[in-house]
């Protein structure tokens, strides 16, 4: 359900048809909420037919119309009760923790490869996520620029100060993650030896 | 599927009844990997039907019978390659995140509320978390006390140092979202200025 508050929180930025909400999902709120494109079009015609955006026709191509969405008062009420509401914090599911945890039923390269999966990924994504900010932080993501052409000068601190927050957040735990992957691998090496697979010939 | 991962992990320890191992479920292997009671029977009938455990009858109380389940050497198969494959890191959903993004959207003493309950809920999580590998390194919960009874001494250091580096890596993310919280209530003093909620008579 959140989905829709996303896109809520998009349309908050300018009026986009079902195409532009998908590609903007893409390469923002879809960073933090991520939804598949086949879930988008039919949360936005919902959303329509509830009366929190509405829909209206522009020219697509030469022969062509696509519906382009707005927010309306209602949509704007719905994102702001929803911001307002106690967040019910899901109970975890931490698979690479779980594995941790049982690290002793695995081989000690297969802990190890674990590991720097984990690093990896989270380096990717720590990676992603300060491009982000930094695109926030210099008002040069789409996104952003069209949010603050639609707002007064006033607001523009603020718009970008929280979305960099958000970003740091993430920055933050994806540090935490590549940290414990690193005294992950230390711990191998303290409980079973160093790795058999460094420097082997032909590795 | 991680559930049936997650019992296959919880049944190497000991032999477990259904009610047994939804205890065990909410008080271990729980913590990282949640799943309702309601789950956990029919997958340990499915597991059973796959040949990953196998039951027996037991008494239960004068006039009855439970079936008591054991991990088989299929069982402890299904674990390892389950350990020893690549983890599909999912998508991020990250709710805390995306409403931070748009804060400006809720009023700030709703934004407030907001990371103060981010804060609280991580402090509790971490307390229970720390108490845990508290536990664990002691030896003093159930499930490593069963444990350590059943595998030979010189596989404890490796069962013990694992399960609490497991925990160590949640504690440390826990950590890190409780100083992003913190950090938050700054940010907004700084944007909005003081709460206004702060040392009101009666309050």
Redesign the interface.
Known sequence: M?LR??LL?LL?AEPLTGYDAVKRFGGS?G????APDSQIYPELRRMEGEGLIEGEQVRWGPNSTKTRYSITGEG?RA??EW??A??P?A?????????????????PE??R??LR??ID?YTEQVGRWKDMRQAILSAEHPSIAARLEKYPAE?H???I???A??????I??G???I??GR??LD?IDE??GPSQARGEPGS
Chains 1, 2 share one sequence.
């Open positions: 959140s508050y996303a929180a908050t709120v960073y933090v909420w991520h704007v994102l702001r911001l307002e106690p967040i914090y109970p975890l599911r931490d698979v690479s923790r779980m594995r941790a945890a049982y690290f002793e039923w695995a081989g297969s802990a490869e674990n999966r984990h990924y607001e601190e603020r718009i100060a929280y979305k927050f958000a970003y740091e957040g993430l933050a735990r540090e935490a993650e940290e414990w005294r992950g711990l409980l079973e």
